[in-house]
């Protein structure tokens, strides 16, 4: 497996099947701000929702062979592994990529546990091993993974322009950024000091320009 994290903003996401498990995979692509259309003759109540709140579009029918078509990706979660396999050999036939919930050996990729924190995306995976131990991975990092690292993701995006303007090279820059992001200052993020970190780190950066 080779992890990627793919760019969907707006592009054409499909999922086949309003089930359970299509509607994880449907809050995985919305979180990725995909353009979601459901292919089923069925939604559950949460997709229902979804729905009437304008957040995907419903093709209401079975899957037949034709419905894939310039999607930029397709998962398939229906409950009839006959489909699921038809829906796979469409998408391969077409380059489109797919992930089948019920079939790692079909799948072009596998979707993993995620954490998100803004910007900052901690993915947890076991290559179809036990998706149940990907998740309890998942549910520890949480416990670790600050909420305090969103907002300090974007001052960084800041100072890392700044940084860009003021240290002349690449290889200075790394060591600069290695240097800079140690404990002292992640401690801080954690307590919520983000100021005296963003300060921190400009000053730093001061330091460079004089
Ligand atoms: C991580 C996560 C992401 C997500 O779906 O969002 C995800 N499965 C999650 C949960 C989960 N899935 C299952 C259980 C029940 C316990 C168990 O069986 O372990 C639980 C636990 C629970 O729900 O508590 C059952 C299951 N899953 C698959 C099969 C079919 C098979 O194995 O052939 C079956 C058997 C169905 C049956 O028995 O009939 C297949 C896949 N599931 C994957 C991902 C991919 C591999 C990920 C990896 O590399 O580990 C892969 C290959 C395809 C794919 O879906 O991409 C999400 C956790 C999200 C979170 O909570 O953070
Ligand atoms: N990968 C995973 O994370 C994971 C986890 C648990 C289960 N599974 C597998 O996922 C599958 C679905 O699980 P679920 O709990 O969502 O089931 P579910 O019964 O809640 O939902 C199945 C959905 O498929 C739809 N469907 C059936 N035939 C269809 C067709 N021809 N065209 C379009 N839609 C069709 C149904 O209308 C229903 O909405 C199961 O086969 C299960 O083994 C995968």
């Given at each position: 497996m080779y992890p990627v994290n793919l760019i969907l903003d707006d592009k054409p996401c499909l999922v086949i099947g309003g089930g359970k498990v299509a509607y994880r995979k449907v809050k995985g692509l919305l979180a990725a701000n995909a353009a979601v259309t459901v292919l089923a003759p069925i939604l559950e109540e949460q997709l229902i929702l979804l729905k009437k709140a304008g957040k995907i579009r419903w093709l209401d029918k079975i899957y037949t062979?034709?419905?894939?078509?310039?999607?930029a990706l397709v998962i398939c979660a229906t409950d009839s592994e006959k489909i699921n396999q038809a829906a796979a050999i469409e998408a391969k036939s077409k380059k489109i990529l797919i992930n089948i919930v019920d079939c790692l050996p079909l799948c072009d990729f596998a979707v993993p546990a995620v954490i998100r924190r803004g910007d900052l995306l901690v993915t947890s995976s076991t290559n179809g091993k036990s998706p149940a131990m990907a998740r309890e991975i998942r549910r520890e990092l949480e416990k670790i993974l600050?909420?305090?690292y969103a907002p300090f993701i974007e001052i960084l995006a800041l100072l890392r322009e700044e940084a860009m303007q003021a240290i002349p090279t690449f290889r200075q820059r790394e060591v600069f950024w290695r240097d800079i992001l140690n404990e002292d200052v992640l401690m801080l993020v954690r307590n919520g000091r983000l100021k005296e970190a963003e300060d921190k780190i400009r000053n730093a950066i001061s330091s460079f320009r004089s």
């Open positions: 062979e034709g419905d894939i078509t310039n999607y600050d909420v305090g």
